[in-house]
């Protein structure tokens, strides 16, 4: 077991109001992983962390932003959430050169 | 670029059918290949993976075999149970730099199994 929480798993916040999502992993790995998951889209890259303060951008950066200043967290924070990213949003590690991505259980934001 | 094709869902099947998915890709490179599970509520958990040309990967019943010269690798399994009902995603993952992999996934494919 890979040991993924996010955190919290719902939340509800106003258009506007600046949001942040958690991913604690326990493992020490190195890879970490943000995904947004919508109906007919699957999941899509928001960002990703190779390291301590080593981060790149994925397909759907915009409006979102990243933190990781210790390898075991990995902050998703929407500075002025929109009605447009409610969604489901999943992070993700990566074990293994050989192996898939392990998943959290995902955090479900609504924004009204 | 990169892309997964799934078809698209949903799929209803009774109990002991036999299940195909289809998946296609499209992809620069040797990607290693993927299918995953969603159960409702959850996560996506790793179901299965082939990772060259010809592999079969399988698992809990489960089968799918890297096609390069189809670049396909549809998901199948001879006798459905309800516990099989989930989204099923299919993904392609390539090495894109020293900082990384990225997986690509298709939009998921709903199966709902009726007793």
């Known amino acids: 077991d890979a040991g993924i929480t996010q955190s919290p798993r719902h939340k509800v916040t106003e258009t506007g109001t600046p949001v942040t999502l958690r991913c604690h992993q326990t493992e020490n790995h190195r890879y970490m992983y943000w995904y947004r998951q919508d109906p007919g889209h699957g999941l899509r890259l928001i960002h990703y962390s190779y390291g301590v303060k080593d981060t790149d951008k994925g397909e759907v950066s915009d409006g979102y932003s990243v933190s990781r200043s210790k390898t075991e967290d990995f902050l998703l924070t929407l500075e002025s959430a929109t009605s447009s990213q409610t969604s489901v949003y999943f992070c993700a590690i990566r074990e293994g050169q050989s192996y898939g991505y392990t998943f959290g259980s995902g955090t479900r934001l609504t924004v009204v | 670029g990169n892309s997964v094709t799934q078809m698209e869902g949903p799929v209803t099947l009774s109990e002991e059918a036999f299940l195909t998915i289809n998946c296609t890709y499209t992809a620069t490179g040797y990607p290693s290949l993927f299918w995953y599970v969603q159960y409702p509520g959850e996560g996506l958990q790793l179901l299965l993976k082939?990772?060259?040309?010809?592999d079969k990967g399988s698992n809990k019943g489960f089968e799918a075999t890297y096609r390069k010269e189809t670049t396909s690798f549809h998901l199948e399994k001879g006798s459905v149970q309800v516990s099989d009902s989930a989204v099923y995603f299919c993904a392609l993952r390539l090495q894109q730099s020293n900082t990384g992999n990225q997986f690509y996934f298709g939009t998921g494919t709903s199966l709902t199994v009726i007793p």
């Open positions: 082939a990772t060259k040309a010809d």
